[in-house]
């Protein structure tokens, strides 16, 4: 088929599939009976006959020896507008939809922008940026990018692009001026991208990692899918055992064993649907074991190398199958059972099991990634771990003293954090009637005298020991009780705590009877008391 005439000529005979014309919406139909079709694509899981269609469509004058395109990447490309923009062009990398995208953008913007190498130049810098804040999705008004990753990553790709239209242009004649626009672009990008996307891009995801939620699996959760999965796989077993040629049952044990080994040995999903045949029977088992899945395989498919196959020449797509099973088992949380939660799972339980360095790198070996990524992408810091470490540290540098524990490490540390133990497991009933002054002068005079004995009992001495704990713990009397409770009591009802100035501006109205409680030690009171640890009616 030549293009540029105006009557659509033949200059193939029929005589495979790309002889077939049809219509877009009915090619998929024919597709699946056409006589001349092989048997290969008749089989195969995913149909890609509009794609296909495109590429046989260009293939005539473009691209014409570029198999690896023809036969891997453009299949797998979406048969629409920006796949054929994508298909047109000569300049193509594995973000190939992205820079169609790009260029589709760019094409309704300047309507003389034909092809991707007419976006290289330093007058279209901005086109460009304009172009990628709008496949990221950024809101001027907010300032925020709904795909922030996308940004910052696309200033590389541009440069990319940048090196593989100057390597073309150097094998082309009076091209001087396209590659020197080529290099202002370039350092256009390297000067400015960071200025005008990835700074503000850079601190969306921040944000983002910030705000997520951290979710792990249930241990519950994960005991229920396996006695699950377990269950499963010997009723389809079972299924086999009466009928041999049962497909349902025999794909239902594949896809069952594919998530045991996932859920077992917490590697990638890809990883384990890539196990071929040849790797498995290299492996040292038993003869039986061997031989039965050999007689097994063999009554369903003849001509595929994965163990975990599918009814064409590839693999099962792992993580759909995960999610399949996770979603059957109906789990307390479905959606934190994922392939990467899972490995980050074994990568935070270790935490608590005291590995040594060399321990953890054979851990990290094993997942297939190194030491760092294991500690810094994997590993999920336990909060409450992490707040008890650090809060010990940044309160022996608040009280001061540091100087008496040289040498030791946080957990031989001990430091007497007790700023509201006065109240912590008091069980004392207060009772909520109208205070007398009398009886408030009365306690004010009896706190005071106990604090001033209080003080002289609590010299501190100089002794050998570096380590000194000083216990200045006073207890609540009933009039600081009734006084609280009183004043506070709409924040009791409502189960809310007083915000610091709500307790300051309460202080000031009783100076001398709080004059040595702290403003935290009063707020822990009146959480104990609408949580019930301190009873008061």
């Known amino acids: 088929m030549e293009l540029g005439t105006k009557e659509l000529e033949i200059n193939r005979s029929p005589i495979n599939e790309e002889a077939c014309f049809y219509m877009k919406k009915s090619l998929f139909r024919h597709t699946k009976k056409c006589s001349l079709n092989h048997e290969s694509d008749i089989t195969k899981k995913r149909q890609t006959s509009q794609s296909d269609g495109q590429t046989t469509l260009l293939s005539s004058y473009l691209f014409k020896h570029d198999e690896l395109l023809k036969s891997k ?85 541009v440069k990319k692009c940048c090196d593989l239209a100057y390597v073309d242009l150097l094998q082309k004649k009076n091209t001087n001026e396209q590659r020197k626009d080529l290099k202002i672009l370039k350092r256009l990008i390297e000067s400015q991208w960071a200025d005008e996307v990835s700074a503000q891009a850079g601190a969306n995801l921040n944000q983002n990692k910030w705000n997520q939620e951290e979710l792990l699996p249930l241990t519950s959760d994960l005991k229920k899918l396996n006695i699950f999965l377990q269950k499963t796989s010997e009723e389809s077993f079972n299924k086999l055992k009466t009928n041999e040629n049962d497909s349902f049952a025999y794909n239902t044990l594949k896809e069952v064993l594919y998530t045991q080994l996932i859920l077992l040995n917490r590697r990638r999903p890809a990883e384990v649907a890539q196990l071929k045949v040849q790797t498995f029977k290299s492996i040292d088992l038993e003869n039986e074991h061997t031989n039965e899945f050999e007689n097994l395989r063999s009554k369903f498919v003849t001509d595929n190398d994965f163990v975990f196959h599918t009814s064409g020449q590839g693999f099962i797509d792992g993580t759909k199958v995960l999610h399949r099973y996770v979603n059957k088992c109906k789990v307390e949380r479905p959606g934190s059972i994922t392939a990467t939660r899972l490995r980050k799972h074994l990568a935070t339980i270790t935490q608590l099991l005291q590995f040594s360095n060399n321990d953890m790198e054979q851990l990290s070996k094993f997942m297939g990634h190194t030491l760092k990524t294991h500690c810094n992408v994997y590993r999920m810091s336990d909060k409450m771990y992490q707040t008890a470490k650090v809060s010990k540290l940044l309160l022996l540098m608040t009280e001061g003293g540091a100087e008496h524990f040289r040498g030791k490490t946080l957990d031989e540390i001990q430091i007497n954090l007790n700023p509201i133990y006065d109240n912590e497991t008091v069980t004392e009933k ?79 109205l009783y100076p001398k009877l709080f004059e040595n409680r702290k403003w935290t030690a009063i707020k822990a009171m009146v959480y104990n008391m609408y949580t019930g640890k301190l009873k008061y009616h």
């Not at 810098?125 to 001027?140: E, T």
């Open 73 to 157: 990447i453009f299949p797998r490309m979406r048969a629409d507008d920006i796949g054929l923009i994508a298909k047109k062009r000569s300049i193509n990398i594995t973000n190939i939809r992205r820079l169609a995208k790009l260029l589709q953008h760019a094409q309704k913007e300047n309507a003389e922008i034909k092809q991707l190498i007419d976006i290289l130049r330093p007058c279209h810098f901005q086109l460009i940026i304009a172009g990628v804040n709008k496949m990221a999705q950024y809101n001027p008004e907010t300032e925020n990018y709904e795909s922030p990753t996308l940004a910052i990553n696309f200033g590389t790709l």
């Open 430 to 508: 207060i009772d909520l009637d109208p205070i007398n002054q009398n009886d408030l002068d009365a306690e004010r005079e009896e706190t005071l005298n106990a604090s001033h004995a209080i003080q002289k009992s609590l010299k501190v001495h100089k002794h050998k020991s570096k380590k000194v704990i000083l216990d200045s713990r006073q207890s609540w009397s009933v009039t600081q009780k009734k006084t609280v409770a009183e004043y506070f009591s709409q924040h009791i009802k409502e189960n809310k705590s007083p915000k610091q100035h709500e307790v300051n501006e309460f202080v000031n």
